[in-house]
């Protein structure tokens, strides 16, 4: 079964209301705030009737591309469709491309889905050949300092009145 096109879903749910960009700021040719660009996952909101407008919003072959507002600052975004890896309506309803998902992203739906052992496991051979979940090996901490000794501080500041 194939996936619909990005750009046709999210003019589908631009007829409905506004639409919850979920992309990888980090890809190529995304624009974004830069304190918003190294994150793995991003969420934009765009729509034709928002509080803020958007009157130079596109949504085209290319991807999508508008004026959005940061904390009040006005700032032109571009988001090409190899960023995206969701679209998502008010009402919670979404379409996820996993292809498209971002490495980090895509470790934890594994996880969630069973696919990866949770952290801390790891994934081993049984005698039978079957794949079991083991704890993974726990490093000991440091020993601790023994009791009436004086354990050295790391340097700080103190306000002094």
Do not use: C
């Not at 992309?23 to 190529?28: G, H, S, Y």
């Not at 571009?78 to 960023?83: E, F, K, M, R």
């Amino acid at each position: 079964m194939s996936l619909p096109a990005k750009e046709d879903v999210a003019r589908g749910l631009l007829l409905r209301g506004s639409v919850f960009i979920h992309l990888d700021p980090r890809a190529d040719g995304v624009l974004v705030p830069p304190h918003l660009a190294a994150q793995p996952h991003l969420v934009l909101q765009i729509g034709l009737d928002l509080a803020v407008p958007i009157p130079d919003l596109r949504v085209d072959g290319e991807g999508i591309y508008g004026t959005l507002s940061f904390n009040r600052s006005p700032f032109t975004v571009t988001v090409p469709w190899g960023s995206v890896f969701a679209l998502a309506d008010d009402q919670g309803r979404a379409m996820v491309w996993p292809d498209s998902l971002p490495e980090e992203l895509r470790a934890e739906v594994e996880r969630e889905m069973g696919v990866r052992p949770p952290r801390g496991l790891r994934v081993v051979a049984g005698e039978d050949g079957a794949a079991e979940a083991e704890p993974e090996p726990v490093h000991e901490p440091a020993a601790q300092p023994p009791a009436g000794t004086k354990r050295e501080l790391p340097p700080y500041l103190r306000v002094v009145k």
